[in-house]
């Protein structure tokens, strides 16, 4: 069955640095998301992007956050000055739509920890 | 602004009884209410769903209802056995390609 893949599987940081998530959505799939986790807490929702464009974001997604779909394949999640408080777990999700059921599949997710 | 609530936050049930967990949501637009099982550490994993033009779906030992006038929707989980410990979320959304506003979990623990 396919799913989602993320890379990398942990990345640690120092404060300011630059990080990329990498995300590979499965391939017929139209509709890519980024979601956060902190610790303990509930699944956050960030960005949402169809048709080369985001379609929607959150309060969480501010000037310090993008997106890209480089290629064909993958969808990344670009912090530019990272801060403390970024650290969580990332996820990718992706789903069909247009036609199929819309589901939102999951990645593995990156553990991002900014020191 | 859009809110999930989950109740309860933890719950312990003895391995063969039902687990309940109920939620509400906000956004009376909301029309799509998966519910995700998480491990620790793994990601969310989408173990049933509904939509509202649903009251009821049942999926083995798996049941989710929904009152949309109420705004109330619930996952029933029977004959739990150890693998059924996890993290549940419900979460809702205006369509299964919008945003998934999650709930805030709760911590399944089934006891042998």
């Known amino acids: 069955e396919p799913e989602v893949t993320q890379t990398p599987s942990h990345q640690v940081t120092q404060m300011g640095q630059e990080v990329i998530l990498r995300c590979v959505p499965i391939?017929?799939?139209?509709?890519f998301y980024w979601y956060r986790q902190i610790l303990g807490q509930k699944v956050e929702f960030l960005v949402s992007?169809?048709?080369?464009?985001?379609?929607?974001k959150s309060e969480i997604f501010d000037d310090q956050f993008s997106v890209e779909r480089p290629d064909g394949s993958n969808f990344t999640l670009k912090i530019r000055s990272t801060k403390l408080e970024d650290s969580a777990m990332y996820f990718c999700?992706?789903?069909?739509?247009?036609?199929?059921?819309?589901?939102?599949?999951f990645g593995p997710g990156t553990r991002l920890l900014v020191l | 602004g859009e809110n999930v609530e989950q109740h309860p936050s933890t719950l312990s049930v003895q391995e063969g009884d039902s687990a309940v967990i109920k939620c509400t949501y906000s956004?009376?637009?909301?029309?799509?209410f998966p519910w995700y099982k998480q491990e620790l550490g793994k990601r969310p994993q989408l173990i049933i769903d509904?939509?509202?033009?649903?009251g009821e779906k049942k999926d083995q030992r798996i049941a989710v209802t929904l009152n949309k006038t109420a705004k109330h929707f619930s996952l029933h989980i029977t004959e739990t056995q150890p693998e059924d410990s996890a993290v549940y979320f419900c979460a809702a959304s205006k369509s299964s390609a919008s945003k998934i506003i999650f709930g805030s979990g709760t911590r399944l623990s089934i006891r042998p």
């Open positions: 509904i939509r509202s033009n649903v």
């Open positions: 391939s017929n799939h139209l509709y």
């Open positions: 956004d009376s637009a909301s029309n799509y």
């Open positions: 992007f169809y048709n080369n464009e985001i379609s929607e």
């Open positions: 999700a992706s789903s069909e739509m247009l036609g199929g059921a819309g589901t939102q599949y």
